[in-house]
C-alpha cells in the first residue's frame, strides 16, 4: 500500500520530454505563424461579414497539437475541424434548451465527447469549445461555421504547409513497410492492434508509430544487450579445413563424419582459398537420383593417370561463394550479415587474415535467445 501510494506521488512529477531544442522551437513558431494567419484572416474576414468574436480560445489548444504532436491522432485536420466544429454545434444546442448554465455546461462538454467519438473527430479542444459557447450563452448558429469551423480550417491549412516546410508529416500517412530482414523482430501489426483492443482506451500514439517505436526501441535493446559480443566468443574455434591439394576422397569423409554444411578451403599459410559444401560435389557427379551415389563414387576415386578428366583435389570443386569476419567483430556487426546477405556460415578470421573459426547461424541464435538478461 505505502508503496503503491509513493507510486501515485511519483506520477504526479512533471515528466521529462524527450524532444530536441530544435523541435521544441519549431513547434513554438509554427503556432505563432499558425494563429497569425488564421487570427489576420478571420480578422479581415469579419469585418467583411460583421460577425464577431472572429477568434475562439480552443483554437491555442488546437495549436499545441497540430503544431507541436502533428503525428497524434487528435490532431489530424478531421479531427480539428470536425472536432471542434460538431462540439460548437453541441453547444449552441445546450446553450438555447437548457436553461441551467451549470447542467449545460456539464451536458455540452458530455455531449461534444460522445458526439467526437461518433463522428471519429476526437479532438480535446472540442470540449472547451462546447463549453465556451454554454458559458458566453453564444445562441447564433451561424458560430458553428465562423468563426469554430473557419478557425479550425485555416490553422489546419497553415499546418499542413508549415509540417510539410519543415519536414514533418501531416496530416499523418502511414510509412511504407520495407521488407523485413531483421529475423529477430517478433512484434507483427496484427500484435500491436490486439493489445490496443485488450486495453480498450484511447492511446494518444498512431498505431504505425507505435511500430517504429516498438522496433526502434528493440533494436536498441538489441545492441545494448549484444555490442560487446564479439565473433570469438561465440565461434568454433579451430574449424577442420581443408587445403587446396587434398583429395576429394578425403574431403567426402570429412563432410560425411562430421556432417559438416561447409568446409573450408585453405592454403598452407591457412589463409582462406574457398570452401565446399555437399551440394558443390553433387553438382560435379552429375546423373539420375538412382546412379548419383555411383557417380559420386567415381568422382572421388582418384584417377591413377597423370591426366584426369575430372575434378581429383579440393581446389577444383570449391567455390568463392563465402563470407569472412573479423574474430573481434561484434554482434550488431555480425547479424546483417546473416540475415541481408543470406549466408548460413561466417569464415572468422585473426589479425592476420588467416582462418581461425567458423560462425553458423545457429551459433548467434544462441547467443541471442539465451543470454541472460543484462
Known amino acids: 500500500m505505502t508503496h503503491a501510494f509513493f507510486q501515485w506521488l511519483d506520477a ?18 509554427g503556432a505563432f505563424i499558425g494563429i497569425g494567419i488564421t487570427a489576420l484572416t478571420c480578422l479581415l474576414l469579419s469585418r467583411q461579414i460583421g460577425l464577431s468574436p472572429w477568434l475562439v480560445a480552443p483554437l491555442g489548444a488546437s495549436a499545441v497539437l497540430v503544431f507541436a504532436v502533428p503525428a497524434s491522432p487528435l490532431a489530424q485536420p478531421w479531427a480539428v475541424v470536425g472536432g471542434n466544429t460538431v462540439s460548437a454545434i453541441v453547444g449552441l444546442i445546450c446553450a438555447s434548451l437548457v436553461p441551467d448554465p451549470v447542467i449545460a455546461a456539464s451536458l455540452a462538454v458530455s455531449l461534444a465527447i460522445a458526439a467526437m467519438f461518433a463522428t471519429r473527430s476526437l479532438h480535446p479542444p472540442g470540449g472547451a469549445m462546447a463549453l465556451l459557447v454554454v458559458l458566453t450563452q453564444t445562441h447564433n448558429p451561424w458560430f458553428a461555421l465562423f468563426p469554430a469551423f ?45 493489445a490496443l ?5 484511447v492511446i494518444d500514439i498512431a498505431p504505425d508509430d507505435l511500430e517504429t517505436l516498438l522496433i526502434l526501441s528493440e533494436a536498441h535493446a538489441y545492441q545494448r544487450h549484444m555490442h560487446h559480443i564479439r565473433a570469438k566468443d561465440i565461434m568454433t574455434a579451430d574449424p577442420v579445413h581443408v587445403e587446396f591439394g587434398t583429395s576429394l576422397e578425403e574431403v567426402l569423409v570429412i563432410l560425411r563424419t562430421h556432417d559438416f554444411k561447409l568446409l573450408p578451403v585453405t592454403d598452407k599459410a591457412r589463409r582462406v582459398l574457398g570452401v565446399i559444401t555437399p551440394d558443390d560435389l553433387f553438382r560435379h557427379a552429375v546423373g539420375t537420383p538412382a546412379t548419383l551415389s555411383e557417380n559420386l563414387k567415381r568422382l572421388v576415386r582418384r584417377t591413377p593417370s597423370p591426366h584426369s578428366h575430372k575434378p581429383e583435389v579440393a581446389g577444383q570443386v570449391m567455390t568463392t561463394a563465402f563470407t569472412t569476419a573479423d574474430h573481434l567483430a561484434n ?7 546473416f540475415t541481408d546477405r543470406g549466408r548460413h556460415h561466417l569464415l572468422i578470421l585473426d589479425d592476420t587474415r588467416r582462418l581461425t573459426g567458423i560462425l553458423s547461424a545457429s551459433d548467434l541464435m544462441r547467443a541471442v535467445y539465451h543470454r541472460p538478461a543484462a
Open 12 to 29: 504526479l512529477k512533471p515528466k521529462p520530454l524527450p524532444v530536441s531544442g530544435l523541435e521544441r522551437m519549431r513547434g513554438a513558431l
Open 150 to 194: 473557419t478557425n479550425s480550417l485555416l490553422l489546419v491549412a497553415a499546418g499542413i504547409v508549415f509540417n510539410s516546410v519543415t519536414k514533418r508529416n501531416y496530416p499523418h500517412i502511414a510509412p511504407v513497410p520495407k521488407p523485413d530482414t531483421n529475423t529477430l523482430r517478433r512484434v507483427a501489426p496484427g500484435d500491436i492492434a490486439a
Open 197 to 201: 483492443a485488450q486495453m480498450d482506451r
Open 331 to 337: 554482434m550488431t556487426t555480425l547479424t546483417p550479415l
